[in-house]
């Protein structure tokens, strides 16, 4: 279990809860504001105040929580894997694909809600989480993790393989409303462009490379 963190994992785990005390202070001025917004939209609240997409909502939705549960499903992934990645990775790298994993599940986020029209924010670190599970299961592949509910441990590259095809399942058949299976999907994606690249597996190279 982790205990001695690394900055980058011990400070986005502060700044999370720390932003989510101060949500529960301020109440929705900061969703109206911060949270990710539809292109194109403008709504116009209740209160008279109106609010649409912005371009720093690309990171700052990932920051913001709805409930002490949606926060804590977030973190504790954060807290577990975090530590190891950075490690391997460096500080620096770790906060740029953390950041980028942010906004690649905003990005598919925008794509998938402009598809379906509706108008409403979306909020959490859930893509940035799941790009982190995708990171552990690529870099850590053969560790073996305890999964509640299975009686027997899994590696992690079968566990991130079978979490990321039920989140496909789940956002094409629509079977779990309120959730958006595309921006964690999104998360995944971008983690795995930009751990490819730094492998050097893409047309364009990194100046060196990072691993194998």
């Given at each position: ?42 709504v ?58 942010i906004?690649?599940?905003?990005v ?68 779990q ?24 597996r ?11």
């Amino acid at each position: 279990m982790p205990i001695d963190l690394p900055p980058v994992t011990r400070n986005l785990l502060i700044a999370n809860i720390g932003i989510y005390l101060l949500q529960m202070l301020i109440g929705d001025p900061l969703i109206i504001h911060f949270a990710l917004w539809p292109l194109g939209s403008n709504v116009l609240l209740q209160d008279g105040v109106s609010t649409g997409f912005e371009l720093w909502q690309l990171v700052t939705y990932g920051f913001l929580h709805g409930s002490p549960s949606h926060l804590f499903l977030n973190m504790f992934p954060l807290w577990m894997f975090g530590g190891p990645i950075e490690r391997l990775l460096g500080s620096r790298n770790f906060a740029g694909y953390y950041f980028a994993c942010i906004v690649g599940a905003a990005v598919a986020q925008l794509v998938i809600v402009g598809l379906s029209g509706e108008v409403y924010p979306t909020l959490g670190a859930s893509g940035a989480i799941f790009g982190v599970l995708l990171a552990f299961g690529m870099l850590f592949p053969q560790q073996r993790l305890m999964v509640i509910f299975l009686p027997i441990p899994v590696k992690a590259w079968v566990f991130v393989t079978v979490y990321g095809a039920i989140e496909l399942f789940l956002g094409v058949t629509g079977i779990q409303p309120g959730v958006a299976h595309f921006a964690h999907l999104g998360g995944m994606v971008a983690g795995f462009v930009l751990i490819q690249y730094w492998r050097g597996r893409l047309p364009i190279k990194p100046r060196r490379t990072l691993m194998r």
